[in-house]
């Protein structure tokens, strides 16, 4: 199986303030279709995992622009340029080219 | 507007076997592309994928979890059936389904509310 390392586990972020989570995966996303097939949810408190990007970088219709997904083969990154309070949670990765497998998980609170 | 809902027991002992279902609207299973997935969260915890079906009745297991999982489709019901056999303490959890299609590349686009499911003698 894949596996989704994230980091960190945890985030305390000032609002206004930017936050960086990182995913890494155990083999390349990349698949033979040139496509890479990474995606990152947000779960916040009490509700269900919620879709913000998939591919790697494109943010589904409604999701903020201050979300942005980056990275290439086997590193991403999910940045909030600047965090609001309601953007508090906890953040998945997950790989879709083999099955499917998720992240750790990187919970992110306001200071 | 894609819905969907899981349903079944709250509570089950230690190995009885689980079925939950997940009952959909908004889309049908019968659609080229389409699939409908279970994923499941111990409380605290992070996600874990078990299974999905597709429209043409493809399924796909957790290797680790294989054994024991099976996911069925009823399409003029338009619901998806999981059951899981030998159910232990470490499968208390919430239990989601979700919505995939492979013609838009959207892995879990839509996800039931959940439902947690205790097991306990």
């Known amino acids: 199986d894949i596996v989704m390392t994230q980091t960190p586990l945890s985030l305390s972020v000032t609002p206004g303030q930017p936050a960086s989570i990182s995913c890494k995966s155990s083999?390349?996303?990349?698949?033979?279709?040139?496509?890479?097939?990474l995606y990152w949810y947000l779960q916040k408190p009490g509700q269900s995992p919620q879709l913000l990007i998939y591919?790697?970088?494109n943010r589904l219709s409604g999701v903020p622009d201050r979300f942005s997904g980056s990275g290439s083969g086997t590193d991403f990154t999910l940045k909030i340029s600047r965090v609001e309070a309601e953007d508090v949670g906890v953040y998945y990765c997950m790989q879709s080219i083999e099955r499917w497998t998720f992240g750790q998980g990187t919970k992110v609170e306001i200071k | 507007q894609i819905t969907l809902k899981e349903s079944g027991p709250t509570l089950v002992k230690p190995t009885q076997t689980l079925t939950l279902t997940c009952t959909f609207s908004?889309?049908?299973?019968?659609?080229?592309?389409?699939?409908v997935g279970w994923i499941r969260q111990p409380p605290g915890k992070a996600l874990e994928w078990l299974a999905l079906i597709y429209w043409n009745d493809d399924k796909r297991y957790s290797p680790s979890l294989k054994n024991r999982v099976t996911i069925t489709k009823d399409t003029s019901k338009n619901q998806v059936v999981l059951t899981m056999t030998n159910m232990d303490p470490v499968d208390t959890a919430t239990y989601y389904c979700?919505?995939?299609?492979?013609?838009?590349?959207?892995?879990?686009?839509?996800w039931g509310q959940g439902t947690l499911v205790t097991v306990s003698s």
């Open positions: 591919e790697v970088s």
């Open positions: 979700a919505h995939r299609n492979i013609l838009t590349l959207m892995n879990f686009d839509y």
């Open positions: 908004g889309f049908s299973l019968s659609t080229s592309g389409v699939g």
């Open positions: 083999q390349s996303l990349l698949y033979s279709d040139g496509k890479t097939y």
